[in-house]
Every structure is written in C-alpha cells, then in structure tokens.
C-alpha cells in the first residue's frame, strides 16, 4: 500500500510562491508516473502538472505553464511543486497522486488513471 502526504501550503500574496513536497511511503516514487491535482469549492478536480518515473519528462496543464515546475528526488521518495507567479485562481487544494501503471501523455492527466492519492494541502492566494 502506498502512502502519500503533500506538505508546503500556505496563505501566499498574489505573485508570491510555494513550494509543495509529496513524500510516497510504502512503494518507491521512481517506479510511479507522479501527478498533482487541484481542486477548488465547488469545481471538479483538475490536472496541474505529471513527471514521469525517470522524473526525465514533465507536462503541464496550460494554465501553469511557465509559472509551475515539478521535479522528483527518487532518493528522498518525494515529488516537488515550485508554483510562482501565484494567482488568486490557484487557489484550491492540491493532490499528488501516483499511477503504478507509468502513463505517459494524455493519460496522465486524468484523474481516474491514478491509483493513489494523498490528503491534500491547501493552497490560498490573496488578491
């Protein structure tokens, strides 16, 4: 059974940054196609951003490109989430989540194909 606990949010000014860690136990994160989602009150849970098992590739969802990044350190067992830039519409709270089966594009962007997930940590940013 694989265990996931993000960590990292907080209340942020508009423009302000965070960093989001998600620590896998119980299984190893370089065998896992890694994702974070988002989710606000009241909208469905969306796709922010996946890095493969190599933590070689990453994809993002088009609203944080350029702002966002993720990176893994397969040693710590621990995906991260650099978010700059942070908008008011940022706001939410953000999943990792772990999909054994190692999807690439554009199955990784679907929640549904993930197979654990973690508690969430939420994210505020103050206009």
């Known amino acids: 059974q694989v265990q996931l606990v993000e960590s990292g949010g907080g209340l942020v000014q508009t423009g302000g940054s965070l960093r989001l860690s998600c620590k896998a136990s119980?299984?190893?994160?370089?065998?896992?196609?890694m994702g974070w989602f988002r989710q606000a009150p009241g909208k469905e849970r969306e796709f922010v951003s996946s890095?493969?098992?190599?933590?070689?590739?990453?994809y993002y969802a088009d609203s944080v490109k350029g702002r966002f990044a993720m990176s893994k350190n397969n040693a710590r067992n621990t995906v991260y989430l650099q978010m700059n830039s942070l908008k008011p519409d940022d706001t939410a709270a953000y999943y990792c989540?772990?999909?054994?089966?190692?999807?690439?594009?554009?199955?990784?962007?679907?929640?549904?194909?993930?197979?654990?997930w973690g508690q969430g940590t939420q994210v505020t940013v103050s206009s």
């Open positions: 890095i493969s098992w190599s933590g070689a590739s990453t």
């Open positions: 119980g299984g190893t994160s370089s065998s896992f196609t």
């Open positions: 989540a772990a999909d054994l089966l190692q999807r690439g594009p554009p199955d990784n962007s679907r929640a549904y194909n993930y197979d654990y």
